[in-house]
């Protein structure tokens, strides 16, 4: 095949994809099952859907909200989620760094993300409230002055991970490794302190 022709192909593909992309906007849905992914959702509201092991990949969520949804261990390779708030979802499991690293801004509130991933994301833009981070790995990630207040911690991982500044107010189970992370003003009560020294094995007493 010549240049010409093998350029011809290359756009035909291009045009293809650009046509089964819908934009949606200003929708509600409830109650669904399955999405149509690799489309564009703005502004758009989820209730109640359960998306549980379901592909989402190259989907584009912009500015939109999930409110009481399953996406546990749902495919999110490649899709953007920016200016998305996720309020009392369940979420065990997913790879969230398979994601667009570019387009990631995410509020969770009252949210389940037990074993998420978020392998060296940048997390500045997240914020993340009452919610069970239990086993979640965010191994080398960029969170400086991210907020992550009132959550449950227990064997989440913060090697190597960035978190000056960062906010663990009213957070527990909390434990870092000081020799391994960057905590620079980094925002801890009294009571996290122990996690911070157990790999020394020291008896704190208040």
């Excluded at 669904?32 to 989907?59: H, M, P």
């Excluded at 495919?75 to 979420?91: A, G, P, R």
């Excluded at 090697?159 to 009213?170: I, P, S, T, V």
Aim: net charge negative.
């Amino acid at each position: 095949m010549d240049e010409c022709g093998w350029v011809s192909e290359v756009l035909e593909e291009e045009t293809r994809k650009l046509k089964s992309t819908m934009l949606i906007a200003n929708e509600t849905f409830e109650k669904l099952t399955a999405l149509d992914n690799q489309n564009e959702y703005e502004c758009c509201t989820f209730k109640n859907c359960d998306f549980s092991g379901g592909n989402l990949s190259a989907t584009k969520f912009i500015e939109s909200e999930f409110i009481d949804c399953n996406l546990s261990n749902a495919k999110l390779n490649e899709t953007s989620i920016l200016d998305v708030q996720f309020k009392s979802c369940k979420m065990l499991g997913i790879q969230f760094d398979m994601s667009n690293p570019l387009l990631f801004s995410a509020i969770f509130e009252n949210c389940q993300l037990n074993d998420c991933t978020f392998y060296e994301m940048k997390l500045r833009q997240a914020e993340f409230t009452n919610s069970s981070l239990e086993g979640a790995d965010f191994t080398a990630a960029d969170m400086k002055e991210v907020k992550i207040t009132g959550c449950d911690l227990s064997n989440a991982n913060f090697d190597r991970a960035n978190l000056e500044g960062a906010d663990f107010l009213m957070s527990v189970r909390l434990q870092i490794d000081p020799e391994l992370t960057r905590i620079t003003k980094a925002k801890l009560s009294m009571s996290q302190l122990p996690g911070l020294l157990s790999k020394y094995n020291l008896k704190i007493k208040g």
